[in-house]
T-cell receptor, first 110, second 114 residues
Framework: RKEVEQDPGPFNVPEGATVAFNCTYS??????FFWYRQDCRKEPKLLMS???SGNEDGRFTAQLNRASQYISLLIRDSKLSDSATYLC???????????FGTGTQLKVEL | DAGVIQSPRHEVTEMGQEVTLRCKPI?????LFWYRQTMMRGLELLIY????????DSGMPEDRFSAKMPNASFSTLKIQPSEPRDSAVYFC????????????FGPGTRLTVT
């Protein structure tokens, strides 16, 4: 089983739509969780840190289910600028080492 | 505040040549990570340092790769000799143990070995 599993997509959605990405992780010892976004030919950028069972930041909501080892990201009212690859990232190795999934590609269209 | 700084941004070299990539972490961060990204393998952790000491180099592909961190504000990743299969984007990232361990990435070095 892969350490992090994500649907690669692409998810093609119209502007204004709500879209959700799911991710499962295999290391039950993971303590910290993050979502990063990566634009084409750019570096990964931190989008959200996922605390406790989840948190919200504007149009973005992340949820964590430790029992099922499952993380989700919900984007509401999607914008053209949200088009990117979204990487699910649990921690390993005591918290400082991160394991990056291969990402889910989102394309927001007019 | 300055983010993670990497140089060069692009490097084109011939097979067999030595390549040195450089990284300056965010001031005050005590962890530094080197990653490699390719289409086939995604983002792979090569090595990471804590307080300038290498902690885990299990991701370093082979002896041709070496990394150093002589002080808290500078690290190098060296490939000698380089091979075409080393072509990739190499990212440096840093994080702080006083935070939530979020990692912040530099812009990357795009390496092409011909």
């Amino acid at each position: 089983r892969k350490e992090v599993e994500q649907d690669p997509g692409p998810f093609n959605v119209p502007e204004g739509a709500t879209v959700a990405f799911n991710c499962t992780y295999s290391n039950s010892a993971s303590q910290s969780f993050f979502w990063y976004r990566q634009d084409c030919r750019k570096e990964p950028k931190l989008l959200m840190s996922v605390y406790s069972s989840g948190n919200e930041d504007g149009r973005f909501t992340a949820q964590l289910n430790r029992a099922s080892q499952y993380i989700s990201l919900l984007i509401r009212d999607s914008k053209l600028s949200d088009s990117a690859t979204y990487l699910c990232v649990p921690s390993t190795g005591g918290g400082n080492k991160l394991t990056f999934g291969t990402g889910t590609q989102l394309k927001v269209e007019l | 505040d300055a983010g993670v700084i990497q140089s060069p941004r692009h490097e084109v070299t011939e097979m067999g040549q030595e390549v040195t990539l450089r990284c300056k972490p965010i001031s005050g961060h005590d962890y530094l990570f080197w990653y490699r990204q390719t289409m086939m393998r995604g983002l792979e952790l090569l090595i990471y340092f804590n307080n300038n000491v290498p902690i885990d180099d299990s991701g370093m592909p082979e002896d041709r790769f070496s990394a150093k961190m002589p002080n808290a504000s500078f690290s190098t990743l060296k490939i000698q000799p380089s091979e075409p299969r080393d072509s990739a984007v190499y990212f440096c990232a840093s994080s702080s143990s006083t935070g939530f361990y979020e990692q912040y990435f530099g812009p990357g070095t795009r390496l092409t070995v011909t």
